[in-house]
Every structure is written in structure tokens, then in C-alpha cells.
């Protein structure tokens, strides 16, 4: 079974992701701050994150360099969900090698259609 990660500072947006993923089939587990996420990434090897912009402790376009400077580990797909829509901040985050930003609000089916078309591009088989 493919692994998720949800960061996300709101509890309620965890919660709503985590539904969703879990949907999808994914065994996921929850981060609320940008440490929680990087000791979840070292203990389970995901192969997606969903991830806010700004986190706690850690912010998530930080935790994101981290996590793509670590050629030891498996990259995980990475896409940042937040409610900011400033197209600097967008590109900023597909520049240091997040694979898509979905602006809030979103539904399943975007999800769903993002997931997709990131699966096909990276040649990802059952993640």
C-alpha cells in the first residue's frame, strides 16, 4: 500500500486530506509541523506529501529542500496545498522541487486529477 503524509498546522484540513487519501487507498499518516513531517519521511518512506506552505518549527518549502537534498532516500511526489495564490510564491515552490501546488479550496476530484496526471508524468505505478 502506497504511503501518504499530510502536513498541515489546521487539524481540520489533516483530517479532510487524510478522508481523501484514504479514499484513494493510501495508508496515511498526519504532521502538523515541518519536524513532525521530516521524522515521519525518515521512519516511513513516503511516496506522496501533501504539504502546507507555512508549517510550524519548520516551514514547508524548507522541509521540502531537506527532503530533495537527501539522495539517499526515495523522492516522494510533493505538492504543496495552501490558500495562497501569489504566482512568485507558486513558482518558488515548483523551482525548489515540489511537483504541483493545489490552491485551496479544493475537492477529491482535483486531487484525484492532479494525482493522475503527476503519476503519468513520473511513471509512478500503485502510489
Do not use: H
Amino acid at each position: 500500500m502506497a504511503t501518504c503524509i499530510i502536513a498541515d498546522d489546521s487539524k481540520i484540513m489533516r483530517m479532510l486530506l487524510s478522508k481523501i487519501m484514504s479514499n484513494f487507498g493510501y495508508n496515511v499518516f498526519e504532521a502538523e509541523d515541518g519536524g513532525d513531517l521530516l521524522e515521519l519521511c525518515a521512519k516511513n518512506t513516503p511516496d506522496l506529501i501533501i504539504c502546507d506552505w507555512q508549517l510550524p518549527l519548520i516551514d514547508g518549502v524548507d522541509v521540502l529542500l531537506k527532503i530533495r537534498s537527501d539522495k539517499k532516500i526515495k523522492q516522494p511526489i510533493f505538492i504543496f496545498c495552501s490558500y495562497i495564490k501569489d504566482v512568485e510564491i507558486i513558482s518558488q515552490a515548483l523551482s525548489a522541487g515540489a511537483d504541483d501546488f493545489i490552491m485551496r479550496p479544493f475537492d477529491e476530484d482535483i486531487i484525484a486529477s492532479k494525482l493522475k496526471i503527476l503519476k503519468v508524468l513520473k511513471g509512478v505505478k500503485n502510489a
